[in-house]
């Protein structure tokens, strides 16, 4: 059975993505076990939203940076309780990619394609499918003509290369990847099609009883966060090869400076948190049946001790 | 004084949903020492008695009294042997024999001291760490019978323990049962279908009705032992049961 | 007998719908982890009227007969080949025994990078799963063929192809039914696994969607799916082919 | 005889290398789809050295022995309640058949929500592929038993857990043994799947990673493990327990 | 003129990796028309001659004519009855008897004509849509010479064919057999090893010795028919058959 959290440790995860630069950064640098000092810190990298929720409720982590699609999902399906944002972590960073000989430019060109989002629920499949919706358009296990594979980044990487797939919805730097190495073409930028051009992308995000019972230790992380965020800020080119080195070390694979300075441009960096972008999530998962059939609230998803809400924007 | 004593016995099975009288009301009595012979028509229920006296099945009716106390539940006082031996294959002959031993909780010196005895009287002491199937049918019976004398019981109940015998392996069978049974001084009623087996073996042959069957006759064979098959003397005794069988038979013939 | 046996049955699953449903409301376990009875069916009710769940239904048991299809023949082809020709015994039949130990979702990667997100690497790992089951069968079953069979037939003229339609494939008919059995049963878990891996529609992708919203009622409702399809070909087609082949050849 | 058939089966080996390295350097499909014999040979050597295949082999070997145990274990006493008490069978029977009928995989879904990414959740599978075999055979095994084995030990005094521990497992041990090795295919199939989906650590972990990596020598390189693996647990550990048993039961 | 001529026929079987030596030089003649029995002692290599005969062995050395032509493969010019019959499980009566016809392509009408004359002549006719296993086996018998009859065959081979029959049938058979053969002047090879079968059933009698085989006596039985099992006269040839036997079985039993 998963290790019991306790007070000299914290277990948390996030992705290998470049929006999660923050995590990133922050390991790498050194900020949180500067500011923890001994409690230990346990972090593992995981493919998507929906198995970073899953190991938040299975108690294997207690923190997870995640898009806002899983945590508006995770959130409602534990009835509000079991998971809470901390802080955000980033905006923008996921792109809208096909194949450049493709005849695509127009949603309605859609209609008959294969197309890629990493994971069910992950908020690129949440925007990939309303995005769908909103041009009429019904996946094939709805009886419709769309072909929609939710797959990990990498399989997306492959199957596009091989031409497999017309289309991806995807984070960076797979999103650039596609269009630098694989002949892909960008359709848009995901802020692009955004009320104000921009979206939440990353979030902090905490397991409630973890939260409640180390308000002590999630105050230094948050202040971690914070100081790994103004340091992207600050040193956009080291920022860079610091995820490049992550990235080798994580996968064995060495990306292209190219790719990774184009992937950051499209990122901004930030612990504000947009109430309204991560309700309307919470309402476009809701409409393709992802949140259940009865309903949901928003009102609690954040953490209510005090001494950490004086560290939120 | 009776050891045994059948009270009108009962048993119904169910068939099919329907009710089956197997035993109408039995009634007989088995001194201490007696050797019984039951015999009777196929399905009469023979075996059906033995195995209520061996407490493995509830009667439906009536009782069976040993040493004038009412049976309730099976117990290492009235040991069965059954017709194919029931010798658990898992098991090497030694271990055959000491099964009862082990269960009562015997340690292993005193097991192997009574079975090195009954597996010596039974001829089987070279045998005593061959597995069953390395037997053959005549050695897996006796294997059956030091098993039961084991226990130390005070009633034997054998169940057809010849029937699946050639002719020479059961006739030598039959002498030394007779043997054990005077060495033994043990109480032993022992079904059998064969006229002759029932002459040869019992002080009593107890002749069974059809079904649901009742107690035709007992018929006292007085006869010097050890008696052989081919003994002359015993073909009168044959006679009057074969006669008294025959009605039995052609009425289970009928109804079936 | 049997009414009072039918009418436990029934006691008992009311039963544990009874007491599945006090547990939830019990509230040991959060919701999300433990669903009632009710949010299942509900599952179901809008998986079968929105008709995601009949295209699941459909997309795995067409997949499944494509495989199965495709197994039974090359099953058959190949069981018969090894049990006439000594070498291709000695040498493929090593290997088959070998390849059936393989779990069949285990071929699920290789069918990913060779065949890619399509109906034919789940197809193919379907087949996976069951062709050497068929082969094994089929193999056993033309070599426990009484050898005066073909004898006869070859004595009447059977050569060939005929010799193998008219009396390798009937002779050995029992086997094959065995062989037909164990191979869907592979073959269904191959489907299913190959869908929860592949994530491409079926009811394994169903499963895998429930799997990653952390809906329990989801998966409950999808693995219930998958039992009850389990039971009724087993049940319908494979119980009642045997029962028949049986009776003929006057087995029972 | 038999050294011409090993001399076929050396060369047949010899020959399937050859070819698949002819086949590699006709370049007609690319190296990552398919590797050369080299390649997959070299995977699994550094695997071999840098621990990592050891480590795989051990993790998935730990969890099936410890999901066979519990499923060894749960299914003896499950199967030989059923055979004994009616009701028993006549209700938690029907559904045991049922589930039976689930691919282990599709557990694992379930397994993931309700024990997380865990040992425990991977293990949780392996049971649910391998209990019931297990129960099903017992179950079977115990209603075989001759009646007069159990009159006979009941006569002789054994009663309660002697008479289940003495009598009804070894009466019924050939049953069981066949229910092992059914249970154990099964189960080995459930870790395998398992560790595809909850990709945590185990052979199927870095079955996953070849996957993810589109590295076909990784993928072909574990496939052939696990196939080895099989192959070795039933020859070596079920076969021999067979052959055992049924000597000693006098059927061989 | 001989219809089928055998020249010095040697066979050898692979008995775990050494040669043994089943036929030692088999020569004899059969004509026209003639119903020849072979018998000799078990495993004396009868049936494996007749298999060569069938073309469906070869031999190692020598060779068989079928008028004057070697036989080089199977063909149903020579139908063989095996002694189970060899009838398939999965087809009814009909389609059984009909089995040949359908593999030569014969249509569907003129193949129910031809059945139904076999069938009609067996007194098989009510059971032309049974399965095989709901007939008594002197049926399945009656059913396996059907079904070679339906060929028109010019040499019956029969390999024991009524060895699983009971005494009553056979003996039926035996005069069917002849009917038979004197209805359809069919050339007939015959193994049995029922030496007053042979008696009973043969124009020849060819007496094998034991292994390797050689042809030691051919005895010509001069009877009128339908001969009888009964029949005293033959008492005398089935003497001197068992005579020639006796040594060549003892050998045999020395041997193994
Ligand atoms: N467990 C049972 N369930 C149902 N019917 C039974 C059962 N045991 C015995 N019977 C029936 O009861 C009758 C008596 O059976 P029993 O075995 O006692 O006869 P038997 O005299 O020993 O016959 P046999 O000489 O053939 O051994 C038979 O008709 C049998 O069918
Ligand atoms: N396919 C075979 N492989 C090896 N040995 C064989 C084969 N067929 C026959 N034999 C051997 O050849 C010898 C002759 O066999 P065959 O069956 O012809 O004897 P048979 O005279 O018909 O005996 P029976 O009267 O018992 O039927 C026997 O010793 C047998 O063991
Ligand atoms: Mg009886
Ligand atoms: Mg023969």
Redesign the pocket.
């Known amino acids: 059975l998963p290790p019991e959290s306790n007070k000299n440790q914290i277990r948390v995860v996030f992705f290998a993505n470049i929006s999660h630069a923050a995590p990133i950064v922050g390991m790498e640098n050194g900020y949180f076990s500067d500011q923890l000092g001994d409690t230990k810190i346990q972090s593992r990298v995981v493919d998507s939203g929906p198995a970073a929720i899953e190991t938040l409720f299975a108690n294997s982590a207690d923190l997870a940076y995640v898009g806002p699609a899983p945590f508006v999902n995770g959130y409602v399906k534990s009835g509000g309780h079991g998971i809470k944002i901390l802080s955000g972590a980033a905006n923008n960073g996921a792109s809208f990619v096909v194949q450049s000989d493709s005849e695509i430019s127009k949603p309605s060109d859609l209609a008959g394609k294969k197309i890629a989002a990493p994971f069910v629920g992950n908020s690129q499949d949440v925007s990939l499918r309303n995005y769908l919706a909103e041009n009429g358009l019904k996946p094939a296990e709805k009886g419709g003509n769309v072909i929609i594979y939710n797959i990990a980044n990498a399989e997306i990487t492959t199957i596009f290369s091989k031409k497999g797939i017309d289309a991806a919805w995807v984070p960076e730097p797979t999103a650039t990847m596609l269009v630098e190495n694989f002949g892909g073409k960008r359709l848009f930028q995901e802020q692009d099609i955004w009320p104000d051009k921009k979206f939440p992308s990353v979030l902090l995000v905490g397991r409630t009883e973890y939260v409640e019972k180390h308000p002590d230790i999630i105050k230094k992380w948050i202040l971690a966060n914070q100081k790994s965020i103004d340091w992207i800020n600050q040193n956009p080119q080291q920022a860079e090869s610091t995820f490049i080195n992550f990235y080798k070390k994580h996968t064995g694979k060495t990306l292209n400076q190219n790719i990774v300075h184009t992937s950051f441009s499209t990122i901004e960096y930030t612990s504000k948190i947009d109430e309204k972008a991560i309700s309307l999530f919470a309402q476009r998962a809701y409409s393709l049946g992802y949140l259940g059939r009865n309903g949901y609230n928003l009102d609690d998803i954040y953490a209510n001790s005090m001494e950490i809400k004086q560290w939120q924007n | 004084m009776a050891k045994l004593e059948a009270k009108n016995i009962v048993k119904y099975?169910?068939?099919d949903g329907q009710p089956?009288k197997?035993l109408g009301g039995i009634n007989f009595t088995v001194e201490e020492g007696d050797f019984v012979c039951l015999v009777?028509p196929?399905?009469?229920?023979?075996?059906?008695?033995l195995r209520i006296a061996a407490g493995l099945q509830k009667p439906d009716e009536g009782q069976i009294l040993l040493d004038n106390r009412p049976i309730t539940k099976t117990g290492p006082d009235r040991i069965m042997v059954f017709q194919e031996g029931a010798l658990f294959p898992w098991l090497k002959v030694r271990d055959n024999v000491e099964f009862g031993l082990k269960i009562a909780g015997i340690p292993e010196t005193e097991r192997h001291q009574i079975s090195d005895r009954y597996l010596d009287m039974m001829q089987l002491s070279k045998f005593a760490n061959s597995y069953t199937y390395q037997l053959s049918t005549g050695m897996r019976q006796r294997v059956a019978i030091a098993r039961a004398l084991v226990m130390d019981p005070e009633i034997l109940l054998m169940d057809?323990p010849f029937a699946a015998l050639d002719a020479q392996t059961r006739d030598l069978l039959l002498v030394e049962m007779q043997m054990i049974w005077q060495k033994t001084k043990k109480t032993i009623i022992f079904?059998t279908?064969s006229i002759s087996e029932s002459t040869v073996l019992g002080n009593k042959v107890v002749v069974f009705t059809h079904?649901p069957s009742t107690i035709k006759k007992i018929i006292p064979i007085d006869h010097p032992r050890p008696r052989l098959a081919e003994d002359e003397t015993l073909i009168q005794y044959q006679k009057e049961i074969s006669a008294l069988l025959r009605p039995e038979v052609k009425a289970t013939e009928e109804k079936s | 007998m049997k009414v009072k046996s039918l009418a436990k049955k029934t006691a008992f699953y009311l039963a544990i719908i009874v007491v599945w449903q006090g547990l939830y409301s019990a509230n040991i376990w959060p919701p999300s982890i433990f669903p009632s009875p009710y949010n299942v069916g509900q599952t179901l009710w809008y998986g079968a009227i929105d008709g995601s769940l009949w295209l699941g239904i459909g997309t795995s048991l067409w997949r499944l007969a494509a495989g199965f299809a495709i197994a039974a023949f090359g099953g058959i082809a190949l069981g018969i080949f090894m049990a006439r020709v000594q070498t291709v015994n000695e040498t493929i039949g090593s290997i088959i025994l070998g390849l059936q130990s393989i779990p069949s979702v285990a071929w699920a990667p290789l069918a990913i990078i060779w065949f890619g997100l399509t109906d034919a690497g789940i197809i193919f790992v379907t087949v996976a799963g069951a062709l050497f089951a068929v082969t094994i069968n089929t193999y056993t079953g033309v070599k426990s063929i009484n050898p005066d069979y073909i004898a006869a037939a070859q004595n009447m003229g059977a050569k060939g192809e005929q010799l193998i339609t008219k009396v390798l494939i009937p002779a050995a008919f029992p086997y094959l039914i065995t062989g037909f059995k164990q191979g869907w049963a592979f073959g269904w878990r191959g489907v299913v696994g190959a869908e929860l891996l592949f994530s491409f529609l079926g009811l394994g992708f169903l499963l895998n969607i429930g799997r990653q919203l952390s809906d329990v009622s989801q998966v409950l409702a999808m693995m219930l799916v998958i039992m009850i399809i389990g039971i009724v070909i087993d049940g319908l087609i494979f119980k009642r082919l045997e029962d028949k082949v049986m009776a003929r050849w006057g087995l029972r």
């Open positions: 099975f169910d068939h089956l197997a009777g196929s399905g009469c229920g023979k075996s059906t008695f057809e079904v279908h079904r």
